[in-house]
């Protein structure tokens, strides 16, 4: 049985499949981002699903593709823990990136891949290797365009009576928005960035309204100038995307995209599907 897991910060989608293809199960687990959880904390993940924790001996292959795996520390860590508990699978273990690079791009091709979802990053891919030019230093400082970013401007906006009565008093029928509650989530929870993005669906649930529209074209032109065109060949290839963020503002993306004279590619909600084909082909 071998596991393709594909983890962002909120969730993990997990799938285990036979040497033929066949999927012999599915399910999703809370988002395992090294860099925000620990050993003890990633365990209590993996006990929680049935299907995980029941089948974790007959795992023979695990292939995690994970948020927060951009640094070989941070890769290391991972596979020692997942060693432990899959005690008979070989374990390999990247970065997100490599996921939606299998997910959106056909073999051999040159292109720039995104995520833009809880968190957001950019690579350049070769045909045969990938090349970043950002080092992420997380969610605090960096992830443009992301979830958490956006779950930022609102709570800011909010806070300093700059959001519009109409949609703050909508805001406060959505969130529990007590300030104790929320900086418990911030500072003592664990996974802020993905409790941030929580408040994502409400800008684009109000995409159109002037306040989130202002929001979402500042970050999403933040990403394409911070990340995307770090790439000197940023117009000369397709530039595909994973993420929901991408997913479901993918017409406001398009639209700046265009502005610089960059062609958008594929635009995916999730990559686990083109794992499996990836994983099949190159088994």
């Not at 979830?147 to 909508?170: D, T």
Request: with cysteine; charged share 25%; net charge negative.
């Amino acid at each position: 049985m071998k596991l393709l897991v594909d983890s962002g910060s909120t969730k993990a989608d997990w799938i285990a499949i036979d040497d033929i293809g066949k999927v012999l199960f599915t399910t999703q687990t809370l988002g395992l981002n090294p860099e925000v959880l620990d050993k003890s904390e990633i365990i209590a993940r993996l006990d929680d699903k049935f299907d995980i924790e029941h089948n974790k001996e007959k795992v023979s292959h695990l292939y995690f593709y994970g948020a927060g795996c951009g640094t070989d520390r941070m890769k290391d860590f991972l596979a020692v823990v997942f060693k432990e508990y899959f005690i008979n699978a070989l374990v390999s273990v990247h970065e997100d990136t490599f996921a939606a690079v299998y997910a959106t791009t056909p073999k051999d091709e040159k292109a720039i891949v995104c995520i833009v979802g809880t968190g957001s990053n950019c690579s350049y891919f070769d045909g045969k290797v990938l090349h970043q030019k950002v080092q992420s230093l997380g969610y605090i400082v960096m992830d443009d365009g992301s979830g958490n970013r956006f779950g930022r401007h609102l709570l800011r906006g909010y806070y300093f009576n700059s959001m519009p009565p109409v949609l703050a008093k909508e805001f406060e029928l959505e969130y529990n928005l007590d300030a104790d509650f929320i900086k418990a989530n911030l500072y003592k929870e664990s996974n802020p960035n993905a409790y941030l993005a929580t408040f994502a669906k409400f800008i684009i649930k109000h995409k159109d309204n002037e306040f989130c529209k202002k929001i979402i074209r500042k970050e999403l032109k933040l990403f394409v100038k911070n990340y995307i065109m770090q790439f000197d060949n940023c117009k000369e290839v397709p530039v595909h995307f994973v993420g929901s963020i991408a997913f479901y503002l993918k017409d406001e993306l398009e639209e700046i995209l265009e502005k610089y004279s960059i062609n958008m590619g594929n635009v995916l909600r999730r990559p686990i599907d083109g794992l499996i084909a990836y994983h099949i082909l190159n088994k």
